[in-house]
C-alpha cells in the first residue's frame, strides 16, 4: 500500500548525443534505486532512509536478477534535481520477488506525482524479478517469514506492460 | 529464416564481485550487437559483414528503442572469445520492429549452437522494440519498402518470454 | 581565491569487487563535477549553483580533454552522502586551462576539509588540461577576457603530483 | 626491449556526441589491454596468448592503481578492427610498477606501426603507476624474482609526459 520514492542523480555520462539519457544507462538508475531500497549497512555504516526492504536476505542470501522488462515512455534529460525512482514490490513469489519501479521527475513536487486524478506521466515504467538463492547451494530458497513481513507493506499493483496485440 | 551471429567482446569492467558479466552489461553486449547489425558506414568507412539490416533508416529517420524484455538465464563471465550474440526479427509492425537476441559463449562450436537437437542453452534471451521517428517531425513513421525488403530474410519466430503463471 | 564544492553522488556500479570505487569510474565523478561547473543552461534550464564557470565558451568552442593526470591516495566505497569535489583553477594557459580537483567525503564538515592546521584527506588528487578549439575550424582559440574574468577568482596553486625520483 | 600488442574492441557506447571515444572510456581500454597482460587464468581457464606478465602477482597480492597519466593526442571513434594497445613496463620499482601504452588503430600494419622510421602517431599515451600490496597486511610488498624475471624483457623507455612550461 506504499511505494518508497528514491532520489538518484543523473550524471552527464549517462546522455546521448541526442541529450537524453540512453537507454542503458536507466537499468543504471533502476539499479542504484533498487541498491538503495535493500542496503544493508556493514558494520559502522550509516543506514540508507529508504533501506526499508533489508530485513530480509542475509549473507547466506545471493540475490539475482531474473529477468528486467523495461519501457521507454517520454526521454528525459540531465536534470538538475535527479530523478525520483518509485519502487515497489508487484508480487511475492515462493524464492523470488517482482520489483516494480517508475521514473518521475525529480523536480517535481511528489504531491503533484500522486494518484489525485492529476495526469502521471513517468518517464519509464519496469519491472524487475529477483531470485534468492542459498549462497552455499546456489539453489532458490524460500522467501522467509521475516521477508514476507518487511515487503508486504510495499506490495502494491504490478506494473501492466503493454504487449503486441 | 535467418539469423546473425555477432561476436562480441566482454570486457573486464563488465564483471560484478562475482565474476560474473552484470546484468545491466549485458544490455551494452545486446546494444552492440543492435549497432553492428544497423551499421549506417560513413563515407569512406568500411561495412561492417554483420550490417545487413541497414537498409532502412536513413539520415531523415531516428530510432528509439520503446522496450527492453531481457531473461537472464545462465551467468557468464569474462570469456576468452567473448560471446556470440546471435540477432533476428521477431516482428515488423508498421512503424516499429521487434529485434529478439540470444547470447552464446563464443568460444563453441556454431553448429552446435545450431537447432539439431542438441539442447541450446543460451545465456540469455531478449527482446527489443525499435520505433523508426520521422527527424523532422518526431512523430512514427510507417517502415518502407526498402526496410521491409531487407529484413524479412531475418524474421523468425519471435522469443517466447516467460511469464509468471 | 577560491574552490568550487561539488557535490557528486557515488553509485553502486562504481564500486569493484573490493567495495571501493574503481580507479576508472574516479573519472566520471571528477566529469560530473567538471560539467556540473562549466555547465550551459539551455533556454529555460535551471542554472547549476556551482556553474560559476560557464561566462566563458558558447556554442562556437569545443572544449577538449588534452590530458588527465589523476592520483589515488585513498580508496573510497559508497558513500551515504557521495563525495564533494573540489575543483579550482590551477592555470589559465593562452589557449587551454587547467582543472585541479580533490575527492572528499561527502559527509565530512567543510570546515574540518578547510586549511586550518588539520589534516587534509583527499582520497583524489588530479589535474586535468582542456584546450579550446573553435568549432568551426578546429583549431585551439585564445581565451577571451570575459572567459578569463570569470575563472580568476577560482585560480589557485596547482596540485603538485608526486614525480618518481 | 618487447613490447605487447593486444587488440581491444571499441564499443558504440564509449564514444561521445562527436562520435569519438570519450576521455574516460579511453581509460577502460586502457584497463582492459592491463587485465589481458597480467590474466591469471583459474583453473580450466585458457590463457590468453598476451598474459605474458602474470607470473608475478599471486592470490596473496591486491594490485592498485596508484596513478594514471593519460595524454589524448588525436580523436578516434568507433573503428572496426577496434584498437590496439601497445603495452610496456616502463619502470620496475621497490614494490611498484609502471606500465606504459599507446593505442593506435586496430586496422593498420603493425609493421608500419614499428619505428622505421615512418611517423608513428598513436591516438594516446599514457603510463600507469601500479603498486603491489599484500592482501593480509595491506602494506606494500617487494617484488620477487619471479616476478622481475617475468617482467624484465618487457621493460623500455617510459613515455615522457608533456609537461607545462
Given at each position: 500500500?506504499?511505494?518508497?520514492?528514491?532520489?538518484?542523480?543523473?550524471?552527464?555520462?549517462?546522455?546521448?548525443?541526442?541529450?537524453?539519457?540512453?537507454?542503458?544507462?536507466?537499468?543504471r538508475?533502476?539499479?542504484?534505486?533498487?541498491?538503495?531500497?535493500?542496503?544493508?549497512?556493514?558494520?559502522?555504516?550509516?543506514?540508507?532512509?529508504?533501506?526499508?526492504?533489508?530485513?530480509?536476505?542475509?549473507?547466506?542470501?545471493?540475490?539475482?536478477?531474473a529477468?528486467?522488462?523495461?519501457?521507454?515512455?517520454?526521454?528525459?534529460?540531465?536534470?538538475r534535481?535527479?530523478?525520483?525512482?518509485?519502487?515497489?514490490?508487484?508480487?511475492?513469489?515462493?524464492?523470488?520477488?517482482?520489483?516494480?519501479?517508475?521514473?518521475?521527475?525529480?523536480?517535481?513536487?511528489?504531491?503533484?506525482?500522486?494518484?489525485?486524478?492529476?495526469?502521471?506521466?513517468?518517464?519509464?515504467?519496469?519491472t524487475?524479478?529477483?531470485?534468492?538463492?542459498?549462497?552455499?547451494?546456489g539453489?532458490?530458497?524460500?522467501?522467509?517469514?521475516?521477508?514476507?513481513?518487511?515487503?508486504?507493506?510495499?506490495?502494491?499493483?504490478?506494473?501492466?506492460?503493454?504487449?503486441?496485440?
Amino acid at each position: 500500500m506504499a511505494r518508497l520514492a528514491i532520489p538518484v542523480a543523473v550524471r552527464w555520462a549517462d546522455l546521448d548525443a541526442y541529450g537524453h539519457v540512453n537507454n542503458v544507462a536507466v537499468l543504471r538508475l533502476l539499479e542504484e534505486a533498487r541498491v538503495a531500497a535493500f542496503w544493508h549497512p556493514g558494520e559502522g555504516e550509516p543506514e540508507y532512509p529508504t533501506a526499508v526492504l533489508h530485513a530480509g536476505p542475509g549473507s547466506q542470501t545471493t540475490t539475482v536478477v531474473a529477468k528486467h522488462e523495461v519501457e521507454y515512455l517520454a526521454p528525459f534529460g540531465h536534470l538538475r534535481d535527479g530523478v525520483v525512482v518509485e519502487l515497489w514490490v508487484g508480487h511475492l513469489g515462493g524464492a523470488s520477488i517482482d520489483i516494480c519501479y517508475e521514473i518521475y521527475d525529480g523536480s517535481t513536487d511528489p504531491a503533484t506525482r500522486a494518484d489525485d486524478g492529476a495526469p502521471r506521466a513517468p518517464f519509464v515504467r519496469a519491472t524487475s524479478v529477483l531470485v534468492m538463492l542459498d549462497s552455499r547451494t546456489g539453489a532458490p530458497r524460500r522467501l522467509g517469514e521475516a521477508e514476507r513481513a518487511a515487503w508486504e507493506p510495499f506490495v502494491e499493483d504490478p506494473v501492466t506492460h503493454r504487449r503486441r496485440a
